[in-house]
Nanobody, 127 residues
Framework: VQLQASGGGLVQAGGSLRLSCAASGRTVIRYSMAWFRQAPGKEREFVTAISWGSGGTYYADSVKGRFTISRDNAENTVYLQMNSLKPEDTAVYYC?????????????????????WGQGTQVTVSS
């Protein structure tokens, strides 16, 4: 599975962006999908995930109510709609995929759970 993330850019605080993660090589309809981000000098952190079965979604507290993850199985693509962006959202955003379901919500938050990673797309939010 290859993942291609796109949609990043420069936006003012309060603005919106939509990231896309296009999968190729295999359908990801039965994959757990997630977005992580990494700011300079910081560790990669969990942003959000969506399961393959129930389509349940999970969010980091820092983005709840502002970000929305969704998937289009026909397009083999996962999206991240980001609203009310803040300067602290500035980071490289990575999409990730796992061919298995997670036994717990905490599992979705672990980078090691995901087998495939995209190359990252830069999001910069100016104040």
């Amino acid at each position: 599975v290859q993942l291609q993330a796109s949609g990043g850019g420069l936006v003012q605080a309060g603005g919106s962006l939509r990231l896309s993660c296009a999968a190729s090589g295999r359908t990801v309809i039965r994959y757990s999908m997630a977005w992580f981000r990494q700011a300079p000098g910081k560790e990669r952190e969990f942003v959000t995930a969506i399961s393959w079965g129930s389509g349940g979604t999970y969010y980091a507290d820092s983005v709840k109510g502002r970000f929305t993850i969704s998937r289009d199985n026909a397009e083999n693509t996962v999206y991240l709609q980001m609203n009310s962006l803040k300067p602290e959202d500035t980071a490289v955003y990575y999409c990730a995929a796992s061919p298995v379901g997670a036994p717990s919500i905490d599992t979705y938050k672990r980078p090691g759970f995901y087998r495939y990673w995209g190359q990252g797309t830069q999001v910069t939010v100016s104040s």
